[in-house]
């Protein structure tokens, strides 16, 4: 048998019951965001391999399914080099294609553009348990808004919509790509340096304090430097507003409306959110794609180590298409953390409507038959699931079977005549 | 400028107003298959090539889009065959992945699986007006159902739902392979010209009886085979009951069970059936895919020129992963041709929530900044759709475009203070 039952490497078959749940999920999400004025959009999945490949993508451009040129016969002799043979490839995530629709079409869209998009990317990563290499996206962004608002709004509409799926006690972490810099100028390190600071910085919640000093000692930063540096991480565990403590000595590294701003989205966000999650200012969340150049933040949920989703501000990306730049901020969620959260969880999709079947004997009259069918179009059209099926011999393990599927509800139907 | 702003050649960027559309047809066919008992699922977009070229995929095998072979360091010197290259491709159809899903997973799935598929599909076709290389696909699929149940449940649910999209007046042709072949072996063509026959039958809605004639002798067959089959035809038109017409003539060429489950077909559906479509038995209808075993259908839309959708049985495609068949039967709707069909007619997703505007002027204090946020907030738990948005310059011309948005209602937020 040369045919192969299994899905392709890495990817995989979605059975009903976590389909059931995704949908719901799908649907929770595209309410949810609507309800703030979120319009969905699409992008195809295959994407110009020079834009995949424009430094947008950090690590995920190594992980690129690239897709045989068509339309011509390909010249498979001589030497070769790759890009001969391919032009584009499927895509790794969902901003670098954003990104491109909205400077194709920025002016058939309203301004500001607040996009849902829900799609599949896909990513050549080593398989391995619960990591697959086709996955579900799910981003909202805002393109055109140069305030905090956008900043606001992503964090409200993205906690009302966990909060809404039954997630709790999770925390929103905050911080901002100019903090983190005005922290390391402040202890004075050089510009050049701060992306290797802040790689070392990112560990703080695996090695601590003393591992951060180490690991810059031994990268040859001053001691003092450093020192002054972890002093800041110091007393901000001791403030009891660390937002306030930080703002007040990096007075003169951070222009006001950063300071006033950052403030603001905590207040804002604050005041008007439910008491189902906190919203945590974290000077030590550096978030790993270097297109970053304002806000950035993370969701932390306590049923799982790793963040659940994450994004920020990238004022500077349109510009690579279009040469000008335009404020944009975005929040992917996790889609796939928060479907396993759920399936984990023993989650049921709620509100689901009543399910009968009506299990038909081999051989009624085409009369019987008839009146079953319409019977059953009546009660569909009254809101109700009904499954129409041939009654096995075995009747009561089909019975047992249907139940299992969630069906509660049993009509019999027989050859000599109607019994029921 | 390197990057390339328009998506890749011959696939297509989906804006909002044609997103919200879609979103609210997938959502009615979910709801609709869903009272019938359909399961949603799932493949990955990518699939084995050899499944691609397993023969049941006709003319698209020619049209896949391969996926350069990942995990190792390509060799590209050398004489080099295309399987040195690729493994994999991207699906160009839902029942080849179905039936490998099937396969690989029936012991996890309800029997008979009643499979509901919406998902995108790729096709290297030559890009034209209105034909897309990457379009969605929406398949429901009956497995492990012998009986004509399959058939009437399909055809009950697909029109359903064509009716709550707010079709009437279309058709759905149905016909069998099997009253085909009766049909030829009756007239005297030998079985192995019968493909070639009905590739001629399939253009009687183009060039007529005599056009029908005139290939099938100039493909060399006998005059007297023709004329006995074309009168068939003609006598059918006009026999008050075409299908009671061909049964009967069929008697001593096609089984009893076969000429009355085709029968039972016509009248469940007519009987439970509302009046905005009718169910046509067409003897020209033949569908092109060779894997059809039994039945086979066609939607027609007044609307529209060609089918927007059809399908039929293949009692023999799961066997060829399995080795052991399994009967099946599927009605594929043409997604893209009706989103196309509403967009032309000026569609408006129906109950659409209450739309309203925030404008807030910019430099609000953090205080009202807060307050809105709150507002905003209890208005979206209320069930309101409400944007939060700057007020630009010109606030005049800004209501405009977000009335054009569907934004009926809005507030105004200033520095000073609450005006409203």
């Known amino acids: 048998m040369a045919l192969s039952k299994k899905p392709v490497t890495g990817m995989k078959d979605i059975l009903p019951e976590e389909m059931e749940i995704r949908d719901y999920v799908?649907?929770?999400?595209?309410?949810?965001?609507?309800?703030?004025?979120?319009?969905?959009?699409?992008?195809?999945?295959?994407?110009?391999?020079?834009?995949?490949?424009?430094?947008?993508?950090?690590?995920?451009?190594?992980?690129?399914?690239?897709?045989?040129?068509?339309?011509?016969?390909?010249?498979?002799?001589?030497?070769?080099?790759?890009?001969?043979?391919?032009?584009?490839?499927?895509?790794?995530?969902?901003t670098v294609p954003l990104v491109r629709y909205y400077a194709a079409h920025s002016g058939e869209l309203p301004a500001p553009f607040k996009a849902l998009q829900m799609g599949n990317v896909w990513r050549a990563d080593r398989p391995q348990r619960g990591r697959?290499?086709?996955?579900?996206?799910?981003?909202?962004?805002?393109?055109?808004?140069?305030?905090?608002?956008?900043?606001?709004?992503?964090?409200?509409?993205?906690?009302?919509?966990?909060?809404?799926?039954?997630?709790?006690?999770?925390?929103?972490?905050?911080?901002?790509r100019q903090i983190l810099k005005a922290m390391a100028k402040y202890s004075g390190f050089a510009e050049e340096s701060y992306d290797e600071v802040f790689i070392i910085l990112d560990k703080m919640d695996k090695i601590g304090l003393s591992g951060v000093r180490s690991e810059l000692l031994s990268a040859g930063y001053e001691e003092a430097v450093a020192d002054r540096y972890l002093k800041l991480f110091e007393?901000?565990?001791?403030?009891?507003?660390?937002?306030?403590?930080?703002?007040?000595?990096?007075?003169?590294?951070?222009?006001?409306?950063?300071?006033?701003?950052?403030?603001e989205i905590l207040e804002s966000v604050n005041a008007s959110k439910g008491d189902f999650f906190e919203l945590v200012?974290?000077?030590?969340?550096?978030?790993?794609?270097?297109?970053?150049?304002?806000?950035?933040?993370?969701?932390?949920?306590?049923?799982?180590?790793?963040?659940?989703g994450g994004g920020g501000r990238y004022d500077k990306m349109v510009g690579k298409f279009t040469g000008k730049d335009v404020p944009a901020c975005g929040f992917s969620i996790g889609f796939e953390r928060i479907i396993l959260l759920l399936m984990e969880s023993g989650f049921k999709v709620p509100g689901a409507a009543e399910k009968t079947a009506y299990l038909i004997e081999k051989g009624v009259s085409a009369d019987v038959m008839t009146k079953v069918m319409r019977q059953a179009q009546e009660e569909r059209s009254a809101g109700k699931k009904v499954l129409v099926t041939r009654m096995n011999k075995n009747k009561k393990f089909q019975k047992e079977q249907l139940k299992a599927q969630g069906y509660t509800e049993f009509q019999e139907f027989y050859r000599e005549a109607l019994k029921y």
């Open 235 to 263: 007393e901000m565990e001791e403030a009891e507003d660390k937002a306030a403590y930080v703002m007040e000595k990096l007075e003169d590294y951070l222009p006001e409306d950063v300071r006033s701003g950052f403030q």
């Open 132 to 176: 697959y290499r086709q996955f579900m996206q799910c981003d909202i962004d805002i393109l055109g808004e140069a305030s905090n608002l956008a900043e606001i709004e992503l964090i409200l509409a993205t906690t009302t919509t966990l909060g809404k799926l039954g997630f709790r006690n999770f925390q929103i972490r905050i911080n901002d």
């Open 26 to 94: 799908m649907g929770v999400i595209k309410d949810t965001y609507g309800s703030f004025g979120f319009t969905s959009m699409e992008t195809p999945a295959v994407e110009h391999l020079e834009n995949l490949n424009c430094k947008a993508g950090g690590e995920n451009e190594k992980l690129i399914f690239k897709i045989l040129k068509r339309g011509e016969k390909l010249k498979l002799e001589g030497d070769l080099k790759e890009e001969d043979l391919v032009d584009g490839g499927l895509r790794y995530d969902l």
């Open 281 to 308: 200012f974290d000077p030590t969340l550096v978030r790993g794609m270097s297109y970053y150049t304002g806000t950035i933040f993370e969701i932390a949920m306590p049923e799982f180590g790793g963040s659940c």
